[in-house]
């Protein structure tokens, strides 16, 4: 069965660092597009970050130089390191897979993991 389960979230404080994994079971994580996603409290979900099957990384503005999505395909993992946390950093991060994308920016997310809270505070 296809399951994704995150770890590594936790309580950091602004301009800290923390590292979220996503490990998959029932496919390879260079066989789909690989997600994170983030649900801050009171708002929709937000795309953070994309790993294509080549290895390509994407991110939104807003982590630019602070994120990067990585995967180790020996240890079959996803990781998004976090630098320079901020308190607006502070959601519910999601990792998720999918097809591969028909248009640019057009993201189908197949399957979701749990999620792993990150709050950033003082």
């Known amino acids: 069965q296809v399951q994704l389960v995150e770890s590594g979230g936790g309580l950091v404080q602004p301009g800290g660092s923390l590292r979220l994994s996503c490990v998959p079971s029932?496919?390879?994580?260079?066989?789909?597009?690989m997600y994170w996603v983030r649900q801050a409290p009171g708002k929709g979900l937000e795309w953070v970050s994309s790993?294509?099957?080549?290895?390509?990384?994407y991110y939104t503005e807003s982590v630019k130089g602070r994120f990067t999505i990585f995967r180790d395909t020996a240890k079959n993992t996803i990781y998004l390191q976090m630098n320079s946390l901020t308190p607006e950093d502070t959601a519910v991060y999601y990792c998720?897979?999918?097809?591969?994308?028909?248009?640019?920016?057009?993201?189908?997310?197949?399957?979701w993991g749990q999620g792993t809270q990150v709050t950033v505070s003082s």
């Open positions: 029932g496919f390879h994580v260079s066989s789909w597009w």
């Open positions: 790993i294509n099957l080549g290895g390509t990384s």
């Open positions: 998720a897979a999918g097809r591969t994308p028909m248009r640019p920016g057009v993201y189908e997310y197949n399957y």
